[in-house]
């Protein structure tokens, strides 16, 4: 296992009496690909101000290799930082951005081109060094910001939204390209976004953040299938959340039925809250099915029809479906017991 190169120990952080952030814990592996998801506000960019030195903690301590960092200033932290604007130099070429840095260090000018040039290589820009930065596309730009905090060799890469202001098709190339640099360098990225297919794709470990706290961290295959409460199902992909009641160990009722489900530990008639996911609904005849209802809308998504199915008692379900029914048909759902994801019901504070 890697071990660990970033860790936040009960970190808090207060802006004019506001809790951006409450008390969190989290470690960061060496060579992963970490992403920071979440809507805005919930404090994930916070977290990456923190890391990068940009803010100082409320409370708790940032550890960088196992020591304290929490008040060292950015620029003597092993961590670069790419931002949502990417803050390069107008009146400065491509090659001379990129090199800011190395002549701040001082390096000689054999040891910078070297380097320059090898990120240049990397990033695909290859020949750009004399363009102007005016000059460039939304995406050139951005590999140049990268360039820029790469060639400085960092342990660790931040990157706030970067790929917030590219074209759908631009990003998602752009979101393969830095899969692929984090892969082929060996270094630590840090990604914020509030994009879930993009921390999906993306990420070796996915952190979902709310109001300042973490909600759940695990692989993207653990967080979309095994989401651990109803907001974590609600906020990755799309999903039917309905109340419902454990009856006993592995049998949960909601819509008036009971199911056999894979969950335990629960309270004997313990409310909770039963997560579906659209694509996880099968269609069965009527007189096979314990859900039914009339279909109310069905929309074609290329690679599927999305359908809403109202049953008797007013849910509507959502659902999934490479087959088709016509609006107003009465059809069957059926479900198996691996796809009824049973959990805790947040009780409000």
């Not at 995406?139 to 790469?150: E, Y």
């Not at 509507?316 to 009824?340: C, F, N, Q, R, Y």
């Amino acid at each position: 296992m890697p071990e660990n190169i970033v860790q936040l120990n009960g970190v808090s952080k207060q802006y004019d009496g506001t809790q951006a952030l409450k008390g969190i814990d989290l470690y960061i592996r060496k060579n992963e690909f970490l992403t920071l998801l979440g809507p805005s506000g919930c404090g994930k960019t916070t977290t990456l101000r923190l890391i990068g030195g940009f803010e100082q903690p409320t409370t708790g301590t940032i550890l960088f290799e196992g020591k304290d960092i929490s008040n060292v200033p950015p620029y003597k932290r092993r961590v670069n930082t790419v931002f949502q604007r990417y803050a390069l130099f107008s009146h400065m070429n491509v090659y001379e951005n990129i090199a800011f840095g190395l002549r701040i260090k001082k390096l000689d000018e054999k040891t910078i081109r070297y380097k320059v040039e090898s990120m240049l290589k990397l990033v695909n820009l290859s020949g750009f060094e004399k363009r102007d930065i005016d000059s460039l596309s939304g995406g050139q730009q951005q590999r140049v910001a990268i360039a820029r905090a790469l060639v400085n060799e960092p342990e660790v890469l931040l990157l706030d939204e970067p790929l917030a202001a590219l074209d759908l098709k631009l990003r998602r190339e752009m979101q393969q390209e830095l899969k692929n640099m984090q892969k082929q360098l060996g270094i630590t990225f840090v990604f914020v976004t509030h994009d879930q297919e993009e921390a999906l794709s993306m990420s070796d470990t996915v952190v979902v953040m709310n109001d300042g706290e973490i909600q759940q961290v695990g692989s993207p295959e653990m967080i979309y299938n095994e989401p651990k409460n109803a907001f974590v199902a609600g906020f990755i992909g799309e999903s039917n959340i309905v109340d419902g009641i454990m009856r006993a160990d592995r049998i949960v009722e909601f819509a008036g039925e009971r199911f056999d489900c894979v969950d335990f530990g629960f309270d004997k008639d313990e409310p909770v809250d039963v997560v579906i996911r659209p694509e996880d609904f099968q269609l069965i005849p009527l007189e096979n099915a314990k859900l039914q209802g009339v279909v109310r809308s069905v929309t074609f998504l290329g690679v599927h029809y999305e359908m809403i199915i109202e049953s008797s008692n007013g849910i509507k379900w959502l659902v999934h479906s490479t087959a088709m029914e016509p609006v107003g048909t009465s059809v069957g759902l059926d479900i198996t017991p691996m796809d009824i994801h049973v959990m805790k019901k947040v009780m409000a504070s």
